[in-house]
């Protein structure tokens, strides 16, 4: 299972998603890998703390050596790090990816990272975090994976950038990826009392989008958890927000 989590609008909590999605699958002993395609590298930091600042392997090294056109290349799984948490690997990003996208782009490689994957074994899921763009990396992961997942803020313009997200998506599956799902779009930051969630909700359910009945709350302890590089099923397994990402991955997995 390849699950990409996407949203071209920025600070929808793609990477606390996809970390803590992936943190809890581990926990259920499903041997789990992240990989994170944004150059500003918040998945890998939140899984690896200050680790992150020693690797000397990246994707940006990765894509680097794509473009080399080495005569033995090495393989994706020689980039792969192990995190403190067990049965949870991830594919850190560098800031250097947002240097040679454009490369990769001119020359078309799109498919590399599909083609990568397709030779990647140990792995029960990989979780992809995504840049806040549909850029090279954004596409080449939508490419790549079986689902999507897209997270939305309760607000007026992350609503507007769902339709063109959706429409986005819909191209990929036409002309690139025609086995990709979409799985749903989890609501993030979450206020049940509030009048303009409630509403907005409302709204898309009746406009036919797949809202998933699995709603995250907003939490002062998620600045917490990404302080202390520690996804929220292990910082505090009993709060209420690790119980809401539980029940989230478990209708995933239905």
Request: aromatic share 8%.
């Amino acid at each position: 299972m390849r699950r990409v989590v996407f949203n071209q609008k920025g600070g929808v909590g793609k990477s606390t998603i996809a970390c803590n999605l992936a943190a809890i699958a581990a926990t259920r002993g499903r041997r789990t890998l992240l990989i994170d395609l944004d150059p500003q590298g918040n998945a890998s930091r939140y899984l690896l703390g200050k680790a992150l600042d020693e690797q000397k392997k990246t994707l940006a090294h990765f894509f680097e050596d794509i473009l080399g056109y080495k005569l033995f290349p090495e393989t994706l799984a020689s980039y792969v790090v192990v995190t403190p948490f067990a049965d949870l690997a991830v594919l850190p990003s560098d800031p250097r990816l947002e240097e040679v996208q454009f490369k990769l782009e001119s020359r078309y490689k799109m498919y590399k990272l599909r083609e990568a994957l397709d030779k990647l074994q140990g792995y029960d899921e990989i979780f992809i975090d995504t840049p806040p763009a549909l850029n090279f990396f954004t596409r080449s992961a939508l490419i790549a994976a079986d689902t999507c997942l897209i997270p939305f803020d309760c607000d007026d313009f992350s609503r507007r950038a769902l339709y063109s997200l959706m429409d986005s998506v819909r191209e990929i599956q036409s002309d690139h990826n025609p086995a990709l799902r979409v799985e749903g779009i989890v609501v993030n930051q979450y206020q049940a009392r509030a009048n303009l969630p409630l509403r907005l909700v409302g709204e898309l359910r009746a406009e036919g989008l797949p809202i998933l009945d699995a709603f995250l709350s907003a939490s002062i302890k998620i600045r917490e958890s990404h302080h202390l590089a520690q996804p929220m099923i292990h910082l505090d397994p009993r709060h209420k927000l690790s119980n809401e990402f539980s029940a989230l991955y478990d209708l995933l997995s239905q």
